[in-house]
C-alpha cells in the first residue's frame, strides 16, 4: 500500500514537472516571438530601412527567434540581451521600440545614427542593463529621471545629442556607474551635488553644455575618477578644495567656464595629473607652489585668467604643453625643457622680464614658442637653440636685438616666424627662402637693412609677409610675383627705390597691397588691376610715383581703401573708379592730378582734404573748384562746354527715352508670352517653395533687393559669375550666383549653367547647396540658392579667427559631410554624377559649420555605355593628376580631389608641397603633429583618433593609380565609424606608418 502511494506520488510529481517545463518552453517561445515581433515593429517605423537591417525578418527563417540577426545577441535561454548597432544608418525615433519587451537586456548600442526624438521614459524597464550607449544622434528633449531606475548601468553615454533641461538627480542612484558621458548636449541647471554617491565613477565628462552654478564640492566623494571634463560651460564659483581628494585623476578640464577665486593649493595632491586645463575663466592670485609636486604633468593650460606672480616651479621634467598667455604674470620665465620634452610653449600678453631661460636651449622638441607682447630681453641669435620640428614662433613685441640667425632656414616645418616689434638689426637671412611651408613672415618695425633676398620667391606658401617699417633698400624682387597665395604684403616704412614690378600683379589672391613711405619711382603698372581679390587696402602713398593713373585698377571692385597721395601722378583720376563702389576711404592729394573727380558716391562725401595740392582737380565737394566754372578753362572752351549741355545732350536723352521705350515693350511681350510657361515649370518642379507668389514679382524682388545686381551686394567673385547676398520681402536670405552676360553663341557660363540647374533639380541632400530658384532671362541669367553664412572653406582657413574657431571637432564634422556629398553623388543617383570641381573654394560652412557641396557648373553624368571622355575641368592643385595625360572622367577623380581638401582642413593651407614630398623618405619621416594647423591646441585624444584616420582615408584617395583609390562610400562609411588605425600617441605617428597601411 506504501509503495503504491509512493508511486502515485511521485507520478504526479512527474506530471508537474513535464506541465511546468512546457509552460516554461512556451513561455521562452512567447518571449522570443515577442522581442523578435518588438523589432520587427521598430525596423518598419524607421523612415528608410538600412542594408544592415536586411537580416531583420521571420518570412525565410525556420525558427521564430531574432538571435541570428545582426546585431542582436541572445542569453542561453534565447532571450536577446545585446542590441549592438553602431553607425548603422538608423534614421527614426526609439518610440517604437518597446524596451519592456527585453527584461534581460544587458547591452544596448545605438551610436553614431540619426535618431530622433525625445528618449522614451520606458526605457527604465531595462533593469538588466548595464551598458546604454546612445551618443551622436540627434535625441533632443530631457534626460528621462526613470534612467535613475537603471541600477546594474556600468556606462551611460549620450553625447553629441541635442538633449535639454538639467541632469536628472535620479542619476545619483546609480552606483555600478563607472562612466558618465552627456558631453555635447543642451543641458542646462546646475550639477546635482548627488552625483558624488558614485563612487565607483571613473569618467565624468558633462563638457560642451550649458550648465551653470558651481562645483559641488561632493564631486571630491568619487576617489576613483581619472578623467573630469567640465568644459565649455557656464559654471561660476570658485573651485573646490575637495577636488584635492581625486588622487587617481589624470585629466581635470574646467576650461572656457566662469570660475572666479584662486586656484587652491590642494590641486598639487593630484599627483596622476597629466592634463590640467584652467584656461579661459576669471581665476586670480598665483599659481600655487604646491604645483610642483605634479610630476607627470604634460599638459597645463592657463590662458586668459587674471593669475598673477612669478612662476615657481621648475622642475616638471614631463611638461610637453604649456599655456600662461593672456595672464599678469611677472618675473622671469620658468627653467623648464631640463628633461627636453617640451612641444608647446604659450607665455604671451603677460609682463615676464629678462632673457629666455638657458633650458630653452634644451627643447629640442619644440614645435611652437610663442613669447610675443611681454619685455623679454636678450640677443635673438644666442638665446635660442637648434628646433627641427619648430612650426611656429612668435617673439614679437618684445626688446630682443641682435642679427637673424641664419640657421633658422632650417627649419623646414615652420609656418609662423613672427619677429616684428623688437631691435633686431643686421640682414634678412637668404636661407629663409628655404622655408617652403611658411606661411606668415613679419619682421615689420624692427632695424633691418639690405635688400629683400629674391628667394623669398621660392616660399610657395607664403599667405602674409610683413617686412614694413625698417631700413630695406633696393628694389623690390621680380621672384615676389612667384607667391600665388600671397594675401597680405607691406613693404612699407622702408627705403626701396626702382619701379613696382609688374609682377605683382600675379600674386592674384592678394587682399592687401602697402608699399608706402617708400622711394618707389616710375608709373603704377596696369597689372595692378588684375588684383581683383584686394579688399582691405591699396597703399601707394609718399613715393615718387609718376604718370597716369592705370584705368585698370577700377577692376578692383571689392577694394575699400586706396591712397595715392604725396606722388607725382599726372592726368586725370579714371572714371572707371566709378565702379568701385567698396570704396570707403581715399586721398589723391599731393599729385598732379587734373580733371573731374569721378561721380561716385565715396568721392562726393570725401573732404576736400583728399584732393589737396593738386594742378586741377574739380568736382561738386566744398574747397574744389566747380567743373563748369572759368577757372576750368577759357572762355570758348566754356561756350563749347554749354553747347554741348543744351543741345548735345536733349538729343542724346531722346533716343535714350525711345531705346528705353522700345525695351520695355519688347520685354513684357515676352514676359505675357512666357510667364505662364516658366511659372508652372516651377511650380512643377517645387523651385520656389519658399516664395508662393507670381514668379515675376520674384524676380523683381532680387533685382530690387540687389539694386540691379550693384558691386556692394557682391560676397563673391568666380570665373562663370559674380555671387550676391540679396534679403528678400519674406525675410529670407539667399544667395544669387549672376552669370557673366556673352555675345552672340552658347558660351562656356550658360553650359554651365544649364549643367547646375540639371544637377540640382534631381538631387536633395542636407550636404549639397538648395537651389531655390532660378532665372533665365534676356538681361539676366542667374542661380537662387541657400545662403551660407560662413561662406567658402577657403575663406575660413584663410581667415586667422575663423580658422581658430573651426577647431577640430567641427573640421572633422565638416570633413564627413563632404565625403557623404560625394558619396551620395556617386552612389546614390542614377545615373552617378562626378562633381569634377572639389576645392575648398567650392565648399560653404553654414553658421554651425556645415560643409554644403557647391557649384556643379561643371558636374558630369556617368554614361556606362560611354567612354566618358570629355574637356578637362577642374582647379589647379586639386585635380587628379592623371588628367593630365587622359581626358576621361571617373568618379576617382573626385576622389583625388576629396584627398587634397581632406589635408587642406587638417594642415590648414594646401597641401601641395606634402603631396609632393610623401614620395621620399623625409617627407615620409614627417610627424603628422608637425603639420597639423598650428592655429588649433593639439586635438585631444579622442578627437585626435579621428584627425589620425582622416589622414590615412586622404592618403589613400591621392595615390598616384586611380583604381587604388577607395570610393567615397567607404570613405563616408569609415568617417562614421570613426575607429582609429594606431593606438598611440598622436606626436609619434609619422606619414611613414600611415602610408603603409592596409584599408
Known amino acids: 500500500m506504501l509503495k503504491a502511494k509512493t508511486f502515485f506520488v511521485l507520478l504526479a510529481i512527474g506530471l508537474l514537472m513535464l506541465l511546468f517545463a512546457d509552460a516554461t518552453t512556451t513561455t521562452a517561445v512567447t518571449s522570443e516571438e515577442s522581442e523578435a515581433e518588438s523589432l520587427l515593429k521598430w525596423k518598419s517605423s524607421l523612415s528608410q530601412t538600412p542594408a544592415t537591417l536586411n537580416s531583420w525578418s521571420l518570412t525565410n527563417s525556420t525558427t521564430k527567434t531574432p538571435c541570428n540577426w545582426t546585431g542582436i545577441a541572445c542569453d542561453d535561454t534565447g532571450s536577446v540581451n545585446e542590441i549592438i548597432l553602431p553607425s548603422a544608418g538608423l534614421q527614426g525615433n526609439l518610440h517604437n521600440l518597446s524596451f519592456s519587451s527585453f527584461p534581460n537586456l544587458i547591452r544596448l548600442d545605438l551610436n553614431n545614427n540619426t535618431l530622433l526624438g525625445t528618449i522614451p521614459a520606458d526605457i527604465g524597464t531595462l533593469s538588466k542593463l548595464t551598458f546604454l550607449n546612445l551618443s551622436t544622434n540627434k535625441l533632443s528633449g530631457p534626460i528621462p529621471s526613470q534612467l535613475g531606475d537603471l541600477i546594474n548601468l556600468n556606462e551611460l553615454a549620450m553625447f553629441d545629442n541635442l538633449l535639454n533641461g538639467s541632469v536628472p538627480l535620479a542619476l545619483g542612484n546609480l552606483i555600478k556607474l563607472t562612466l558618465l558621458n552627456l558631453s555635447r548636449n543642451e543641458i542646462s541647471g546646475s550639477i546635482p551635488p548627488v552625483l558624488g554617491n558614485l563612487t565607483d565613477l571613473t569618467i565624468m565628462n558633462l563638457s560642451r553644455n550649458k550648465i551653470s552654478g558651481s562645483i559641488p564640492p561632493q564631486i571630491g566623494n568619487l576617489r576613483n575618477l581619472i578623467e573630469l571634463r567640465l568644459f ?12 584635492g581628494n581625486l588622487t587617481k585623476l589624470t ?121 610675443h607682447g611681454n619685455q623679454l630681453t636678450g640677443n635673438i641669435s644666442e638665446d635660442l637653440g637648434i628646433y627641427p620640428n619648430l612650426a611656429f614662433i612668435d617673439l614679437s613685441n618684445n626688446n630682443f636685438y641682435g642679427e637673424l640667425p641664419s640657421n633658422w632656414g632650417e627649419f623646414r616645418n615652420l609656418t609662423w616666424l613672427h619677429l616684428s616689434g623688437n631691435m633686431i638689426s643686421g640682414r634678412i637671412p637668404p636661407e629663409y627662402g628655404q622655408l617652403s611651408q611658411l606661411g606668415v613672415l613679419s619682421l615689420s618695425s624692427n632695424q633691418l637693412v639690405g635688400e629683400v633676398p629674391k628667394e ?39 627705403n626701396l627705390s626702382g619701379p613696382i614690378p609688374e609682377r605683382l600683379g600675379d600674386c592674384s589672391k592678394l587682399r592687401l597691397l602697402k608699399l608706402s613711405k617708400n622711394n618707389l619711382n616710375g608709373s603704377i603698372p596696369f597689372q595692378i588691376g588684375n588684383l581683383v581679390f584686394l579688399q582691405d587696402m591699396l597703399d601707394l602713398s609718399r613715393n615718387s610715383l609718376t604718370g597716369e593713373i592705370p584705368s585698370q585698377l577700377g577692376n578692383l571692385r571689392m577694394l575699400e581703401n586706396l591712397y595715392l597721395s604725396h606722388n607725382r601722378l599726372s592726368g586725370s583720376i579714371p572714371s572707371s573708379f566709378e565702379a568701385m563702389n567698396s570704396l570707403t576711404s581715399i586721398d589723391f592729394s599731393y599729385n598732379e592730378l587734373e580733371g573731374p573727380i569721378p561721380e561716385s558716391k565715396v568721392f562726393k562725401e570725401s573732404l576736400v582734404e583728399a584732393f589737396l595740392e593738386n594742378k586741377g582737380l574739380c568736382g561738386e565737394i566744398e574747397g574744389l573748384p566747380s567743373c563748369n566754372s572759368s577757372s576750368t578753362g577759357n572762355g570758348g572752351g566754356r561756350k563749347g562746354y554749354m553747347v554741348a549741355i543744351f543741345v548735345i545732350v536733349p538729343i542724346l536723352g531722346a533716343l535714350l527715352l525711345i531705346f528705353v521705350f522700345i525695351k520695355v515693350v519688347s520685354i513684357f511681350h515676352r514676359m505675357a508670352g512666357n510667364t505662364e510657361e516658366v511659372e508652372m515649370r516651377i511650380v512643377n518642379n517645387d523651385l520656389f517653395s519658399i516664395w508662393n507668389y507670381d514668379g515675376r514679382i520674384v ?14 551686394y557682391c560676397i563673391g ?8 547676398k540679396a534679403e528678400l520681402p519674406t525675410g529670407q536670405i539667399v544667395a544669387v550666383k549672376k552669370l557673366c552676360s556673352s555675345e552672340g553663341g552658347e558660351s562656356v557660363n550658360e553650359i554651365c549653367f544649364r549643367n547646375e540647374i540639371q544637377a540640382l533639380l534631381k538631387i536633395r541632400h542636407r550636404n549639397i547647396v538648395k537651389l531655390y530658384g532660378f532665372c533665365s532671362h534676356v538681361q539676366h541669367k542667374f542661380l537662387v540658392y541657400e545662403f551660407m553664412e560662413r561662406r567658402s572653406l577657403w575663406i575660413v582657413l584663410s581667415n586667422e579667427e575663423r580658422a581658430v574657431e573651426f577647431d577640430w571637432i567641427r573640421r572633422m564634422k565638416a570633413l564627413k559631410g563632404i565625403a557623404d556629398a560625394l558619396s551620395y553623388l556617386h552612389h546614390d543617383c542614377t545615373p552617378p554624377i562626378v562633381h569634377r570641381d572639389i576645392s ?38 586639386y585635380a587628379a593628376p592623371e588628367l593630365a595625360y587622359t581626358m576621361q572622367v571617373t568618379e576617382k577623380c573626385d576622389v583625388y ?35 597639423l594647423d598650428q592655429r588649433l591646441s593639439s586635438p585631444t585624444v579622442e578627437v585626435a583618433n579621428e584627425v589620425i584616420l582622416a589622414v590615412v582615408l586622404a592618403l589613400a584617395c591621392l595615390r598616384p593609380n586611380p583604381q587604388s583609390r577607395p570610393s567615397m562610400e567607404y570613405v563616408s562609411q569609415r568617417l562614421s565609424a570613426k575607429r582609429p588605425f594606431l593606438h598611440q600617441p598622436l606626436h609619434g605617428i609619422t606619414f611613414h606608418q600611415l602610408l603603409g597601411l592596409e584599408l
Not at 587642406?904 to 621620399?920: A, F, K, R
Open 232 to 243: 565649455i560651460n557656464s559654471i561660476t564659483g570658485s573651485i573646490p578644495s575637495a577636488l
Open 251 to 371: 585629466i581635470l578640464e574646467l576650461f572656457d567656464n566662469q570660475i572666479s577665486g584662486s586656484i587652491p593649493h590642494e590641486l598639487g595632491n593630484l599627483r596622476n595629473l597629466v592634463d590640467l586645463g584652467l584656461l579661459t575663466n576669471k581665476l586670480t592670485g598665483p599659481i600655487p607652489t604646491s604645483f610642483g609636486n605634479l610630476s607627470n604633468l604634460n599638459r597645463l593650460g592657463l590662458f586668459r585668467n587674471q593669475l598673477s606672480g612669478s612662476i615657481q616651479f621648475s622642475n616638471l621634467m614631463k611638461l610637453h604643453m604649456v599655456t600662461l598667455s593672456e595672464n599678469n604674470f611677472s618675473g622671469h620665465l620658468p627653467q623648464l625643457c631640463r628633461g627636453g620634452s617640451l612641444k608647446w610653449f604659450s607665455a604671451y600678453k603677460n609682463n615676464f622680464t629678462g632673457p629666455i631661460p638657458k633650458s630653452f636651449k634644451n627643447c629640442t622638441s619644440l614645435t611652437k614658442l610663442d613669447l
Open 456 to 494: 623669398f620667391g621660392s616660399m610657395s606658401s607664403l599667405l602674409n609677409m610683413g617686412l614694413n617699417d625698417n631700413r630695406l633698400s633696393g628694389e623690390i624682387p621680380l621672384e615676389i610675383g612667384n607667391l600665388s597665395s600671397l594675401e597680405i604684403l607691406d613693404l612699407s616704412g622702408n
Open 699 to 712: 524676380y523683381k524682388d532680387i533685382i530690387v533687393a540687389t539694386e540691379d545686381f550693384d558691386d556692394k
Open 717 to 724: 567673385v568666380g570665373g562663370s559669375g559674380n555671387v550676391y
Open 840 to 877: 575648398t573654394s567650392n565648399v560653404l560652412l553654414d553658421l554651425g559649420f556645415e560643409a554644403c557641396v557647391s557649384d556643379f557648373g561643371t558636374a558630369r553624368y556617368l554614361n556606362p555605355s560611354s567612354s566618358n571622355w570629355t574637356a578637362f575641368a577642374g582647379t589647379c592643385g
Open 897 to 931: 580631389s576629396f584627398g587634397v581638401v581632406a589635408l587642406e582642413v587638417i594642415m590648414g593651407s594646401h597641401p601641395g608641397e606634402l603631396i609632393s614630398s610623401l614620395s621620399s623618405s623625409s617627407g615620409q619621416n614627417i610627424l603628422i603633429i608637425n603639420v
